[in-house]
C-alpha cells in the first residue's frame, strides 16, 4: 500500500491505494526525458519487430536517431531499405513521433540493449569422404598450374585418412 496525495484548494488529501496504481503515476512524472518509453520499446523489440528482430537489434539512440545494430554488412545495407517501416513501427508503439531517422551499424562485439544477438545455430559438418578415384589426375595435371596445386591440396586433405 501506498499513499496517494491530492493537492486542490481545499487543502492536501491522503489517500491509500495499492502500489501497482500509484507507481505509474509516480515514475511518470520522474520520467522527464522518455527513457521510460525506450526501456518498454527495448523490451518489446521481438514482438514490435517480428522476424526482422533476428537480423537487427536496438543499439540505443542520438537525438532523434535510432541507432540499429547488425550483425552482417549486407543485412545493414538491406535493412536501410527498411527504414521507413521501421521508424513507422517503433513511432507508431511509442504514440509520437520521437525517432525521424535509423543509422545501422555493424555489432562489432557491442551487445544491443535488449541482450545478446540471437545466434543461429549451424547443423554440424558432416565429415568429408574421400572420393573412391582420388589422384588419378595427377599425371594428367600439370604440377605447377593452379588447377594441379589446387588439385593436389585437396588431395592432402585425406593424407591422413
Known sequence: ???LRHHSRKGRHNKVV???RALPNFLGRLDTTGSMALIRLWREWDRLMGEMARMVRPLGHRGGKLIL??????????AQYLAPMILGKING??????????AFELLNGRVPLDGDFP???NPPQRPLKKPDKLGTLNKKLDPDSPVGRCYR??????ADE
Open 69 to 78: 545494430a547488425a550483425e552482417d554488412p549486407m543485412i545493414a545495407q538491406e
Open 153 to 158: 591440396a585437396y588431395q592432402r586433405m585425406f
Open 1 to 3: 500500500m501506498a499513499y
Open 119 to 121: 545466434r543461429q545455430e
Open 18 to 20: 495499492q502500489l501497482n
Open 93 to 102: 508503439f511509442l504514440g509520437e513521433e520521437v525517432f525521424d531517422k535509423v
